[in-house]
């Protein structure tokens, strides 16, 4: 009921900005989970919008059974996207409520004290926490944030104003995309569920086209890269899903290493694509990826709509529709970008306009 409940909500604010502007304005006295609700605590009017979001990457509540609030999740998003598609103001919105927790103590800090973005961020830096039946919190937490930045140069470089750790211990600020893109290295490293490094990488992905600002800061940290040509290079261990999505990844940065305050320039990326992976395997790991079962399961489910798709099951979902909206319509400038020398792209005119950075 709850499911469908969203569902309906989703298909009434879709593409009309009345009722988007109507969603906006409604406060909400509830707790969604009463197991989830400290005893005594009084519940306050919260904006529509926060709670969908709980529902879509919260904790499960301990009376569901995990298969049943994965169609809750879905829902939930779905409601969420449809709030914010066509709708940019509410994208800048969600936008400005991006917080890194303060430290490590305030990621277990209790949902309801969060705003949006902060429990977005907490849940995406906080993947080792949930359990193999709980990975679905970071899948949706990188939909969501997926969501919010895509197409969006204005909230991309909100985000990316966001950085972890506190200057006031000595620690080294580092911003939230170079912090992702550590999660996904570690998330293989320590064996964790595949969509977990899957869904960290296509955030990053959807965060990057279009932004050469993001990528000059994401090679600030020289590791990102030497990641990235693990996973596109190795040869026994390495999911084919995370290898097309990492090379697909390598050729976005190479494709928007444009902005003038690059730490690398392309010239000293092109070495790594020519030799090192090569720019037919680069493609054969991307073309892998686009034919595979799970890429084209999401296609049909993004192409379907809530009353034949439910979020789809569960044990198929490994890529989100941002993500495959995004893979095809770059996927041509894709292929020709990582064919070509360091000095082309950036005179080619669909790239023109992005000089000097976004």
């Known amino acids: 009921v709850r499911s ?19 969603f906006q304005r409604i406060l909400i006295t509830a707790s969604v989970d009463d197991d989830t609700e400290p005893s005594g605590e009084k519940s306050i009017p919260e904006p529509a919008i926060v709670i969908v979001i709980r529902l879509s990457v919260g904790k499960r509540p301990t009376i569901v059974p995990a298969n049943e609030y994965y169609i809750v999740r879905a829902a ?7 709030y914010v598609g066509n709708n940019p103001d509410a994208q800048l919105a969600l936008a400005a409520t991006l917080t890194p927790p303060g430290d490590a103590s305030s990621i277990m800090e209790p949902e309801k004290h969060q705003s949006a973005g902060s429990l977005i961020v907490s849940v995406l830096l906080d993947w080792r926490e949930t359990s193999q039946e709980d990975v679905w919190r970071v899948w949706y937490a990188s939909l969501l944030l997926s969501t919010i930045l895509r197409d969006h140069i204005e909230c991309k470089e909100q985000a990316l104003k966001i950085s972890l750790g506190d200057e006031s211990k000595g620690e080294e600020p580092l911003p939230l995309i170079n912090e992702l893109m550590s999660q996904a290295r570690q998330a293989t490293q320590f064996g964790a569920d595949t969509r977990v490094c899957i869904s960290l ?4 992905c959807v965060w990057l086209v279009n932004f050469p600002k993001g990528v000059a800061v994401l090679l ?7 990641f990235l040509v693990e996973q596109i290079n190795g040869s026994s261990g390495v999911s084919a899903l995370v290898q097309g999505v990492a090379a697909f990844t390598f050729g976005l940065i190479y494709q ?5 305050d690059t730490p690398m320039t392309r010239e000293s990326i092109y070495p790594i694509l020519s030799k090192r992976v090569g720019a037919d395997q680069l493609q054969i790991r991307v073309q892998r990826l686009r034919d595979s ?3 084209q399961y999401a296609v049909g489910l993004a192409a379907g709509t809530h009353s034949n798709a439910y979020g789809g099951l569960s044990n198929e979902v490994f890529i989100d529709n941002v993500f495959t909206d995004l893979f095809k319509a ?29």
Do not use: C, W
């Open 4 to 22: 469908q409940s969203l569902y309906a909500i989703g298909d009434v604010v879709r593409d009309n900005k009345v009722n988007q502007n109507l």
């Open 76 to 82: 939930a998003a779905y409601l969420v996207q449809a």
């Open 201 to 204: 990488l296509t955030l990053i």
């Open 220 to 226: 600030d940290e020289s590791s990102n890269l030497t």
């Open 256 to 260: 928007f290493d444009i902005d003038a």
């Open 293 to 295: 079962k799970e890429f």
């Open 330 to 358: 770059h996927y041509e400038s894709f292929r020709a970008a990582v064919r070509m020398g360091p000095n082309e792209v950036p005179t080619n005119p669909n790239y023109a306009y992005l000089q000097g950075g976004m």
